[in-house]
């Protein structure tokens, strides 16, 4: 069974720095693309961003680009989420989800929500302004 936990979400000064992590059991991440998502309160859940399988490819939400990167560890079964230049509205809870397949996120963008099978429970970030 697919499973994720993420961790790091914390209270951080606006311009400050955070990173996040999604540890994964019950799967190979060989197999599967993992995406961040958030969700601030009173809003819909948004993309953050995505990797592929083999790591070689990623996208960005257009407002986290510049500031925000996504890496992935296959040997320690993790997935990274570096934010930097936080800012009050990146207050949220993130959440790490896995989508089957491989993709060229870079060219084709993020699979739609919809498409990923499993889903952690979330961590808390909130950026004080």
């Known amino acids: 069974q697919l499973h994720l936990v993420e961790s790091g979400g914390n209270l951080v000064q606006s311009g400050g720095s955070l990173e996040l992590s999604c540890v994964v059991s019950?799967?190979?991440?060989?197999?599967?693309?993992i995406g961040w998502f958030r969700q601030a309160p009173g809003k819909e859940r948004e993309g953050v961003a995505c990797?592929?399988?083999?790591?070689?490819?990623?996208n960005y939400a257009d407002s986290m680009k510049g500031r925000f990167a996504i890496s992935r560890n296959n040997v320690k079964n993790t997935i990274y989420l570096e934010m930097n230049s936080l800012k009050p509205e990146d207050t949220a809870a993130y959440y790490c989800?896995?989508?089957?397949?491989?993709?060229?996120?870079?060219?084709?963008?993020?699979?739609?929500?919809?498409?990923?099978?499993?889903w952690g429970q979330g961590t808390h970030v909130t950026v004080s302004s």
């Open positions: 990797i592929s399988s083999g790591g070689g490819s990623t």
């Open positions: 019950g799967f190979s991440l060989d197999y599967y693309g």
């Open positions: 989800a896995a989508v089957p397949g491989s993709g060229s996120y870079y060219y084709t963008g993020c699979p739609s929500e919809y498409e990923y099978v499993s």
